[in-house]
């Protein structure tokens, strides 16, 4: 599971370590290709606008291909013991 964060001022980082936006995007694409592929929980701060988290998001959707599956990209708290969504 990878964390995914990103600050008020728009800032990404992952797991704990910040990372531009084109290496976001490579990591990103490097995770894509491992099997199993990892999964991801992305958090944000509290003042963060709307339109830099839709940014983070869009970019994820299109980089891991999530509208080219139906079910591959999940939104929701993940069960810590079967890493599945819950309901």
């Known amino acids: ?15 704990d370590h910040r990372v531009s936006d084109a290496a976001f995007t490579k990591l990103l694409e490097q995770a894509r290709k491992l099997d199993p592929e990892p999964g991801f929980y ?11 988290l ?7 959707n299109t980089v891991l291909d999530c509208d080219g599956e ?4 999940q939104e929701g708290l993940p069960d810590p013991t079967t890493r599945k969504f819950l309901p």
Not at 42 to 52: A, I, K, N, S, Y
């Open 1 to 15: 599971m990878n964390r995914i964060s990103v600050n008020r001022f728009g800032h990404i980082y992952w797991n």
């Open 70 to 73: 139906p079910g591959r990209c």
């Open 54 to 60: 839709e940014e983070v998001r869009d970019r994820m």
């Open 42 to 52: 992305l958090e944000t701060e509290m003042g963060l606008p709307c339109r830099d």
